[in-house]
């Protein structure tokens, strides 16, 4: 591992300080390509008006007329936590604006059986339910014959989506024949932030809705419903969903965690934050990605999703909790599931390693693993730690369970700097015809499934696609850090600071890099490494987790900041994330 040091403008620094900016958050920020203090504003005033979204007011208008002619709208969302809360979204959004618990209805596929997205079995569904309009939440962009199942059965179709769209033959895009279509990454659409998530597509749409019934005297504008109660939702799925933290979306963020940091969340997010152990009050971006996300992430994984967006949309917090700690006990089953899949899957791909250095006398540069007793909803998260430990792009298959399958393989890809997933995708299935069935997603994440015996010949030709995509220095797993950490701030009132401001995907937390001390070091359940480290002069523990090698005396680590209690006293310990050369 090579250790790389965030380049900072100091002119930008200073004038952030200047500004009143705090001054390693002034360097942090400058790091990550804040200009001026003005961008730092999370004001409501400041997102992106709905008007830009392209689609949004003519989804408007639909819903309106939808409403002031009592037609019932079905929801159809996807099985992961954008999904999830894009629906509670929708469904919590159009009650406030008027309409009818009998006019409002919600249906997510099932992993296995159903697949991803909007089929025309779904769509009969939908049209039995007796649902007159059909809404797509993160999904439908891809769907077209779904959606002209929908359409030929009467319903009228709102795409809302976030993802890329399909392209055709001719190389241009190609959007499904929706009434409707509201996605930032359609061709035409002015909307700046393209990397908006499935749920802030629907908050959006919520946003013009209101707008549009304010103009037809459905309420004041004093008077009219408070779409704010909905950002702690909002702010969980763009989280989750690992979108990049533009500066609207990190508007979104912030101000759904004010909202859970003041008490004011669904009862469901608070039930979450109980059974994850977790402060609401001291709620941080991290508690979305890795202790609500997860959770309602397993269910849509390894059961129903239904599970999590009742969770989402009751008001009992009773019922609230028991949902909660029904999702916390999948979420452990996920956990062990995926331990052992890990495990495996890593034993095969150091494997395959082997034998291409033998053979070749090179590392593969893409990965693909494969075995029969995986299961299909945890490839992707096994997919993300392969690629993680071995640096490499990584897809990992799994029997598909769906009813008349048999034999095909579904697999989720995870990739790595300068490699854009979808596109090697789209490059194999025109070199190999045949051998992809179905594939989509994103440039970091996509999803595939194989044509039965397909698995030797797609390993094969995406590996080929890696080599030739990706050079020596690609391969070359690097950790891109804020450099060394002046011992005046490593203070536990700083770190508190640093935790409640937004980070994620794109704005990265920060990370920083120090030669040290190792003056003590020692094993902590059989799988982590508790260190004892001179940092500046001063000593303070670490620790090292899902890492056992024992350290150099004078080594040069990569590490964020924490603040632990010990006998009354807060105190800082660096959590080691890795180290130069390792």
């Not at 380049?7 to 920020?29: I, K």
């Not at 408007?60 to 009592?70: M, R």
């Not at 990049?244 to 508007?251: E, V």
């Not at 990370?511 to 002069?537: C, I, M, N, T």
Request: glycine content about 10%.
């Amino acid at each position: 591992m090579k250790i790389i040091v965030r380049d900072v403008p100091p002119r930008t620094a200073w004038a952030l300080e200047q500004a009143g900016v705090h001054p390693l958050l002034a360097r942090l920020f400058a790091a990550r390509g804040i200009r001026s203090a003005d961008e730092l504003d999370d004001d409501l005033a400041r997102l992106l008006p709905p008007a830009a979204l392209k689609g949004a007011d003519a989804a408007a208008a639909l819903l309106a007329d939808a409403l002031e002619a009592g037609r019932r709208i079905c929801i159809v969302a996807d099985y992961d936590c954008d999904g999830a809360t894009a629906c509670a979204v929708g469904l919590r959004g159009l009650a406030l604006l008027g309409f009818g618990r009998a006019q409002l209805g919600y249906l997510v596929p099932d992993r296995v059986v159903d697949g991803y997205g909007l089929t025309p079995p779904i769509v009969e569904r939908v049209k039995a339910s007796g649902a007159d309009v059909l809404v797509t939440v993160d999904n439908g962009i891809a769907s077209f014959e779904g959606v002209a199942a929908a359409r030929a059965l009467g319903l009228s179709v709102l795409v809302t989506d976030h993802h890329l769209c399909a392209v055709g033959s001719d190389g241009l895009p190609c959007l499904p024949e929706a009434d409707v279509v509201v996605n930032p990454n359609q061709p035409g659409c002015a909307f700046e932030s393209k990397a908006i998530a499935g749920v802030g597509v629907m908050f959006y749409v919520l946003l013009a809705l209101r707008a549009e019934l304010r103009r037809r005297g459905r309420f004041a504008a004093g008077a009219q419903p408070r779409l704010d109660a909905l950002l702690p939702l909002v702010a969980l799925g763009t989280v989750a969903d690992v979108v990049r933290l533009d500066a609207n979306n990190r508007r979104l963020v912030a101000q759904g965690l004010k909202r859970v940091r003041a008490g004011q969340m669904p009862a469901g997010m608070a039930a979450l934050f109980a059974v994850a152990g977790r402060k609401p009050q001291a709620a941080t971006s991290f508690d979305f990605g890795f202790a609500l996300g997860p959770r309602l992430n397993a269910a849509g994984r390894l059961a129903d999703m239904r599970l999590g967006i009742e969770c989402l949309l009751t008001d009992d917090a009773v019922r609230a909790a028991e949902l909660a700690q029904s999702l916390d006990a999948i979420n452990r089953e996920r956990r062990d599931l995926e331990a052992g899949m890990r495990e495996h899957a890593l034993l095969q791909a150091e494997a395959a390693c082997e034998q291409r250095l033998r053979s070749h006398g090179e590392l593969p540069s893409g990965l693909a693993v494969f075995d029969e007793g995986f299961h299909e909803g945890v490839v992707g998260i096994v997919a993300s730690r392969l690629k993680d430990r071995l640096h490499r792009p990584s897809f990992v298959f799994a029997p598909s369970g769906a009813p008349g399958q048999s034999g095909e393989l579904k697999g989720s890809g995870r990739s790595i700097a300068g490699f854009h997933l979808r596109d090697a995708l789209d490059l194999v299935a025109k070199r190999h015809p045949g051998v992809l069935l179905r594939f989509g997603g994103h440039a970091m994440a996509a999803g595939c499934t194989l044509a039965p015996g397909g698995f030797d010949a797609f390993a094969a030709a995406f590996d080929a696609v890696a080599r030739e995509w990706l050079d020596a220095a690609a391969l070359e797993r690097r950790i891109e850090t804020d450099g060394p950490l002046a011992p005046e701030y490593r203070r536990p009132d700083l770190v508190e600071t640093l935790h409640r401001e937004v980070w994620g995907q794109g704005f990265a937390p920060p990370l920083f890099s120090d030669e040290v001390e190792v003056l003590s070091q020692r094993l902590v359940g059989e799988k982590h490494l508790a260190l004892k480290l001179r940092h500046a002069g001063q000593p303070v523990d670490g620790i090292w987790f899902s890492h056992t090698e024992p350290l150099p005396a004078q080594v040069r680590l990569a590490y964020r900041l924490d603040a632990d209690e010990w006998q009354g006293q807060r105190r800082v310990r660096f959590l080691v994330e890795g180290m130069e050369g390792g």
